[in-house]
């Protein structure tokens, strides 16, 4: 495949404090773009990171058609990058594309893009502890006509950024009873804006009661839990890991996917199956609920310290070594190649 390759002028590499980098602010110096004109993916070109011209009619920005992907490139201990589980991300972005009735990438563009700004962009992949480069593959809609209408023609781009760890405390949720996120038959397993922006509301609600963030749970009763904004989530008692099964409501998490596979092997039995808010307040008050933690790309396995029903609480104690901390570490460790890859999931990028 040929992509052209324009280079940016200058880099702003130097303006970057990679001890002190925030999630989703430094956007390295190039991003891949392509465009589908209702045949073909057309154009496929590596160029500068700015603004790009774009008409006001683009009916992403009317009707929604928009959808991502976020995964993160690692420089591993043996000062190789290494992207974490691509091909994974490949195929959840097409079925979020399904669901939008948007045009599918091609896998060789996925990964093309991916493999072509990691080259080109490699030195903002650092070694630095709790660093990554986050990449955000994103196709949108650019049909210019106000009827409602699957687009013909789209946009796909890939966006990289330097980041580093994500949340640094443990949180304070709020399970959520009164908005919803996602309905069976609607778009809850897809990546795609809508869904997020139908979010903010309930978050920053949340937010000024002192939550760190909303557990969502079914539309109808509100009593069955589901995921957080952009993490799914986990419950550990007796050596039972449990998480609610993917039932067209819940993201398709592959942090989710890796901690379940993960657990397996450290002797966990793991069932994804319905969760309610009444059996996760029997186990507390029965003393054995042991952890509740989150997984996600963004912030890996992070511990959850309280959650709040109806203004009724739960706190956990969270220990030292426990289970979150352990899939994080071991996770890390795969990403930087400090053992062994025993699922496969590092795609090595040669610089
Ligand atoms: C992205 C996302 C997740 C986590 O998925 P990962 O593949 O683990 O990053 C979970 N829930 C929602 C709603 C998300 O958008």
Same mark, same amino acid.
């Given at each position: 495949m040929s992509i052209k390759i324009i280079t940016c002028k200058k880099s702003r590499i130097d303006k970057v404090d990679f001890q002190n980098l925030s999630f989703g602010k430094e956007f390295s110096d190039h991003i891949f773009i392509t465009e589908f004109d209702g045949k073909n993916w057309v154009n496929k070109r590596i160029q500068p990171f700015e603004a790009i011209p774009l008409n006001i009619t683009l009916s992403a920005l009317h009707y929604g058609q928009s959808i991502f992907e976020g995964l993160k490139a690692f420089r591993d201990i043996n000062n190789q990058i290494q992207i974490f589980r691509p091909k994974d991300n490949f195929i959840r972005m097409n079925k979020s594309a399904n669901r939008m009735c948007m045009q599918e990438i091609p896998e &060789?563009?996925?990964?093309?893009?991916?493999?072509?700004?990691?080259?080109?962009?490699? !030195?903002?992949?650092?070694?630095?502890?709790? *660093?990554?480069? +986050?990449?955000? @593959?994103?196709? =949108?809609?650019? &049909?210019?006509?106000?009827?409602? /209408?699957?687009?013909?023609?789209?946009? =796909?781009?890939?966006?990289?950024? #330097?980041?580093? #760890? +994500?949340?640094?405390?443990?949180?304070?949720?709020?399970?959520?009873?009164?908005?919803? %996120?996602?309905?069976?038959?609607?778009?809850? =397993?897809?990546?795609?804006?809508?869904n997020y922006a139908a979010s903010l509301l309930a978050t920053k609600k949340a937010n000024k009661e002192g939550y760190d963030q909303i557990l969502w749970t079914d539309v109808i009763e509100h009593k069955y839990i589901e995921e957080l904004g952009s993490s799914n989530i =986990?419950?550990? +008692?007796?050596? !039972?890991?449990?998480? @609610?099964?993917? %039932?067209?409501?819940?993201?398709?998490?592959?942090?989710?996917?890796?901690?379940?596979?993960?657990?397996?092997?450290?002797?966990?039995?793991?069932?994804? %199956?319905?969760?309610?808010?009444?059996?996760?307040?029997?186990? /507390?008050?029965? *003393? !054995?609920?042991?952890?509740?933690?989150?997984?996600?790309?963004?912030?890996?396995?992070?511990?959850?310290k309280e959650l709040s029903y109806y203004g009724h609480s739960i706190n956990l104690e969270i220990k030292e070594n426990n289970l979150a901390s352990k899939l994080k570490n071991k996770l890390e460790e795969i990403k930087l190649s400090k053992t062994d890859d025993i699922f496969n999931w590092n795609f090595h990028v040669k610089i």
């Open positions: &060789d563009i996925f990964f093309s893009g991916l493999v072509e700004l990691c080259k080109i962009d490699n !030195k903002w992949i650092s070694n630095i502890q709790g *660093n990554s480069y +986050y990449l955000r @593959p994103l196709m =949108f809609a650019i &049909d210019d006509s106000f009827g409602v /209408h699957a687009s013909e023609n789209y946009v =796909f781009a890939i966006i990289g950024c #330097a980041v580093g #760890a +994500y949340y640094s405390k443990n949180l304070k949720l709020k399970v959520e009873t009164e908005f919803s %996120r996602a309905c069976i038959g609607g778009t809850g =397993f897809a990546k795609t804006a809508g =986990f419950l550990l +008692y007796e050596n !039972k890991l449990i998480t @609610p099964n993917l %039932r067209g409501t819940v993201l398709d998490g592959i942090t989710r996917d890796s901690v379940i596979k993960l657990a397996i092997t450290f002797g966990y039995s793991v069932e994804e %199956r319905v969760i309610s808010i009444d059996e996760i307040i029997q186990l /507390h008050t029965s *003393n !054995k609920l042991i952890e509740i933690f989150a997984t996600g790309t963004a912030a890996s396995v992070i511990s959850i």
